[in-house]
């Protein structure tokens, strides 16, 4: 498989994506014209695209082509909605009460309260349809319904969700870098992971490089949660499309809160560590792009 630069790399695998998303809702539907386009808003918003790009990624890892991205994108498409309804829903006043996203008026301030719950639970609802649809691409049903298992556990109550339950729960009583982790492993690592393991169900993986993949995930993702707590205080607020600082003016209990910036910075790079050795020894017919994207994730700054 070729290897291009990591950034062009990025860049192609999101414009693949952001294709694939605008067409994620079937245009013969009749859909209420404002549900639909309170949920568009939020779901061609931009942004990263990394949890889409890593079923991509981790599908080509696994079978070594670059055409396999072409099978995991049903599965990408369901990831990013489940993300993306996420967003919407944190956003909330009776969530995070936040105003803005990615320099956009959060879905509330544009539609209402009624309407972006509404649309928040279209766009998870419709992932898991979006999802089945790989089988028609060639991936064997029974890849494709442990993929929406797996999306399901990982993004649902002992995962994603429960995490943001746990985080609301433990705002004004975490003291301890334990408590923190497992919040965080739960609320960003545990959809970053599920994106790995689908996009590994979708070119034929075996258990064991499931789950060497979702260990790479799980590692990555709580990489990525420390790395944004490091440049919520260093960063660049024009890179960042937000206020540096803000986590700190919020009273948010944070990695450099707790265990300074310098161990925060230890601790991105051995999970970063971490999650190469175990893509390494997994037996892929190509991990270099999910290394490449371990260690770019690790130097970003935004």
Known sequence: MQTEDIAVYLESRRALIEQALAQAIPADWSVN??????????????????????VLAAAEAVSGEAAAA??????????????TYSLIHDDLPAMDNDDYRRGMPTNHKVFG????????????????????????????????????????????LPGMVGGQADDMEGEQGIT????LEHIHLHKTSDLIACSLRIGGHAAGASDAQLEALQCFGTNVGLAFQIQDDILD?????????KPVGSDERQGKVTY????????SRRRV??????AIGAVRAAG???????EQIAQYLVYRDN
């Open 33 to 54: 014209n404002r549900l639909k386009e309170s949920a568009m808003y939020s779901l061609s918003a931009g942004g990263k695209r990394l949890r889409p790009i890593l």
């Open 233 to 241: 205080i260093t960063g660049d607020q024009d890179k960042l499309g």
């Open 284 to 290: 892929l017919a190509d991990c270099r792009r999910l």
């Open 70 to 83: 072409g099978l995991a994108m049903p599965f990408a498409v369901a990831v990013e909605m489940v993300h």
């Open 256 to 263: 450099p809160y707790l265990i300074g910036l310098d161990e």
């Open 269 to 274: 790079a051995s999970l970063t560590e971490a």
């Open 176 to 179: 301890s870098i334990e408590q």
């Open 113 to 156: 309260e009624a309407t972006a719950i509404l649309a928040g639970d279209g766009l998870l609802t419709h992932a898991f349809y979006v999802a089945t649809q790989a089988e028609a691409l060639g991936v064997p049903a029974h890849r494709t319904l442990a993929a929406v298992r797996d999306l399901a556990r990982l993004a649902g």
